[in-house]
């Protein structure tokens, strides 16, 4: 029987792994901090990420663990809030180590989610899993930490991999929508010097490359990037295309202040270099669907 075990599966990342995996297992249980019920033939069971409550017991003889636990970075930078994205993730994968060595019979692979964000700033140097380099400020150190929580407690019986994922371009979530209307609206421009590079991956990508990861039983720390990551300015280009506006004002870093201080976010998620590439994931043999952002964003648009 296999069985698959998504916590914080609810969100816009669980959602499209759930639609891909449906009918690879025989079950898949997502764990939530919403009430436990069965919706659309998956079982949702309550966990709060830091205590055992009975949830625990889902992962005897799982087959697999997914962990996208953590809170979400598109927020203000708050005291308060950058506790809550640093516990959130640091407790999360602590009680579920707990919780894997508790069991009988463990989770055969238990995949972690990371980010591409775990590499420096760079707008020369590709960053592959051997050599990119780590560097030192909020966001870098939040992830260090999350994947030294993930690896450091030993499990015998489960293999383990961290997802460092870019962002996720999706029909129905994540950093899409916001782009995409920004782009309709006129202000699809380039964001800040526009030099800056934006890793991401296709939705489809993102799952394929999970149940590639699964499949080749692939451990450590993996990219979850497309293989071309692109300059912001020719990414919102060809993001305006794609939605058919002609023009796009561009939105220099005072304007991305005053914005992104409205709608409660961080200029760092647009002006970040994120120069990341997936060197084991190509190396092990995986095939990209969406390689290049134009086929992307024609299959999203």
């Not at 029987?1 to 669980?14: E, Q, R, V, Y």
């Not at 203000?76 to 994205?85: A, L, P």
């Not at 590499?119 to 560097?135: C, N, P, Q, T, V």
Request: proline share 3%.
């Amino acid at each position: 029987m296999s069985k698959l075990i998504i916590a914080a599966g609810t969100g816009f990342s669980g959602q499209v792994l759930v639609s891909h995996f449906k009918n690879k297992f025989e079950e898949i249980v997502i764990l939530t901090r919403g009430k436990s019920q069965t919706i659309d033939g998956t079982k949702h069971v309550n966990w709060n990420a830091k205590t055992f409550s009975g949830w625990e017991n889902e992962l005897e003889n799982a087959t697999v663990l997914i962990n996208l636990a953590g809170k979400s970075v598109d927020c203000r930078y708050t005291q308060n809030n950058k506790r809550e994205i640093l516990l959130s993730r640091i407790e999360s994968t602590k009680i579920l180590n707990k919780a894997v060595l508790n069991c009988k019979n463990p989770p055969k692979h238990w995949l972690n989610s990371s980010t591409a964000t775990i590499y420096r700033f760079s707008l020369d140097k590709e960053m592959d899993e051997a050599d990119g380099e780590i560097g030192n400020d909020f966001s870098m150190n939040v992830a260090q930490s999350w994947e030294k929580a993930f690896f450091k407690t030993e499990t015998p019986n489960t293999l383990k991999t961290a997802l460092r994922t870019s962002i996720v371009l999706g029909k129905n979530g994540g950093a899409f929508i916001p782009l995409k209307t920004l782009a309709k609206i006129g202000f699809g421009g380039k964001q800040g010097i526009g030099n800056q590079f934006v890793s991401w991956i296709h939705q489809e990508d993102f799952a394929r490359a999970v149940d590639f990861i699964l499949e080749k039983e692939l451990t450590g720390k993996i990219n979850i990037v497309s293989p071309k990551p692109i300059q912001n300015v020719d990414f919102m280009k060809k993001l305006r295309k794609a939605v058919g506006f002609p023009f796009g004002i561009p939105l220099n870093k005072t304007l991305l202040e005053i914005g992104s201080f409205l709608i409660r976010t961080e200029t760092e998620l647009v002006l970040k270099s994120r120069n990341v590439v997936p060197k084991r994931l190509l190396d092990n043999g995986f095939e990209f669907k969406f390689g290049d952002v134009d086929g992307a964003f024609e299959d999203l648009v």
